[in-house]
């Protein structure tokens, strides 16, 4: 199955396990609930699955790769003990509390979480020193006389052989205590990935090209799909710093060299159309010129262009939608700060910071921030949700700043949540202009149909480019929608020969 429907089993899977009914039983017994096992070739995103089953559950995640692991760090070190045994006192071995479990407890202690996910990689190439721990493991939740705390789901994950020459088989007694997902690098699926985090846009149209180049592996070379993320945040790096990346990087993370060269020369025709393809002056409706050129150009020039209006027209609309929630949080925020700091009006406080809403909001912010921290740790934080906390974090700041010196403080965060709220809504008559000159133009510039629909595709993946059409733009996204589709195309076909 691909990454989307192991994300949707795995989820299910952690729901049922730490679901309890209505006698307070779980609902699958302990005993019964079957360790996960990821199994996929590597850079397929069997530990980003892990990850966003936690994130979006709100469970917790310790993760462990086992290859660093022996046998006394998993399930710790003996330890001589006394103990009467038969009216004597003998000398006996004990074990410390496993590094492992040690650590469950440990985020549990810093979270205040109870239920999460207990996360170990590569399982398929422990030692064989450590082979019989793991079996325990998976058969009874325990390493050693120290059991994985309830609520805690273990997931494991491995590569296949084929791609891992440590890796080795489970025998038929390991396999029969896990559920087994098979995960498999599908194109489509790493698409709606790709455009949710913003993979670069000749990344994305090399791709649409060249779909057979999204995993590959012939001997020492491979690319997966780890390696076209990791080249795009090489890539995007480089740009922001003003550095043009070249075939010699290409060929490090594509280490297929005919898909490194062929990757090198899209990039080089993206490069030549983006510096003849004003984008500005596109949303502003005025570029004809660029409409007649990309009209009669080759499909894959035509790609290059759609990918990146549609790329930009997403950062615009994704910018405008970060905008307007962070001055909603920013005004949730704000009304916390002062509905507590109006609730401790009457109480004793030292220095009057009781009653200072200012007060309040730094320590609501201080302790967002720990959570936050917290939550990178341990690894249970995407990276949009984190920049969505920062610019909340940021906000705050500056609102705190700009209110230090009013004398009347509260009034003064109204008026900044207020004014923020304005900004973020004077952006919307803007925004709107631009898509209605990006879909006027890609529906006269891109008359090879394939790349419209890959236009459209593009837009409807980001939520609030979708969100904007279809509330702003209806008839146009209607258009558009049916220009595309081969049903309503043949239908306009029939009826223009019947005329």
């Not at 989307?4 to 302990?30: H, N």
């Not at 469950?104 to 207990?118: A, D, F, N």
């Not at 996360?119 to 390493?143: G, W, Y």
């Not at 939520?463 to 049916?482: F, G, T, V, Y």
Request: hydrophobic share 45%; glycine share 8%.
């Amino acid at each position: 199955m691909n990454v989307r429907e192991a994300i949707g089993q795995l989820k299910s899977a952690v729901r049922s396990y730490t679901a309890c009914g209505e006698d307070g039983m779980p609902l699958i017994p302990r005993a019964a609930q079957r360790p996960v096992y990821l199994v996929g070739p590597p850079g397929v995103g069997k530990t980003a699955i892990a990850g966003q089953v936690a994130a979006e559950l709100g469970v917790g995640l310790v993760s462990y790769t086992m290859t660093h692991h022996t046998r006394q760090s998993a399930l710790g070190l003996p330890r001589i003990v006394e103990r009467e045994l038969g009216g004597e006192v003998h000398a006996c071995t004990e074990y410390t509390m496993s590094e492992i479990i040690a650590g469950i407890y440990r985020q549990m202690e810093e979270t205040g979480v109870r239920q999460g996910i207990l996360f170990l990689d590569e399982i398929n190439c422990v030692s064989e020193t450590l082979t019989p721990a793991m079996l325990e493991l998976l058969q009874h939740k325990r390493f050693g006389q120290y059991a994985v705390p309830e609520g805690w789901v273990i997931v494991c994950a491995g590569n296949p052989e084929a791609y891992n020459r440590s890796a080795h088989a489970f025998d038929p007694v390991m396999m029969d205590r896990l559920r087994v997902i098979r995960v498999e690098p599908e194109l489509d699926a790493w698409m709606d990935y790709a455009a949710a985090r913003g993979v670069h846009p000749a990344v994305r149209g090399y791709l649409r090209l060249k779909p057979d180049d999204f995993c590959a592996c012939a001997g020492e070379s491979i690319v997966s799909p780890r390696s076209w993320t990791d080249l795009s945040d090489m890539m995007l790096a480089l740009e922001a710093l003003g550095e043009r990346p070249g075939q010699a990087l290409f060929a490090q993370y594509l280490q297929c060299p005919a898909i490194a060269e062929g990757f090198g020369l899209y990039f080089g025709m993206c490069r030549g159309v983006s510096e003849r393809f004003n984008l500005e002056r596109v949303l502003e409706g005025a570029e004809p010129e660029a409409e007649r050129h990309f009209a009669a150009a080759p499909f894959d020039e035509a790609l290059c262009a759609a990918m990146l209006l549609a790329d930009c027209l997403n950062s615009r609309s994704a910018e405008a939608a970060r905008a307007a929630e962070t001055a909603a949080r920013l005004g949730s925020f704000v009304d916390g700060a002062l509905r507590e700091s109006e609730g401790c009006a009457g109480a004793e406080a030292p220095d009057g910071a009781a009653q200072d809403c200012l007060a309040a909001c730094r320590r609501n912010l201080g302790r967002m921030e720990h959570a936050l921290q917290v939550r990178a740790e341990v690894g249970a934080l995407e990276p949009a949700a984190e920049a969505g906390e920062r610019a909340l974090f940021r906000a705050a700041r500056e609102a705190m700043a700009a209110c230090a010196g009013a004398e009347d403080k509260a009034d003064a965060l109204r008026w900044f949540v207020n004014a923020r709220r304005e900004r973020a809504q004077s952006a919307l008559p803007g925004l709107r202009a631009a898509f209605e000159n990006g879909l006027a133009f890609a529906a006269n510039a891109f008359r090879n149909v394939h790349a419209r629909v890959i236009f459209l595709n593009e837009l409807e993946r980001a939520p609030a480019s979708l969100r904007l059409m279809e509330r702003e733009l209806p008839e146009a996204l209607a258009a558009l929608r049916q220009s595309t589709d081969p049903d309503a195309r043949a239908a306009e076909l029939r009826r223009r020969l019947g005329e």
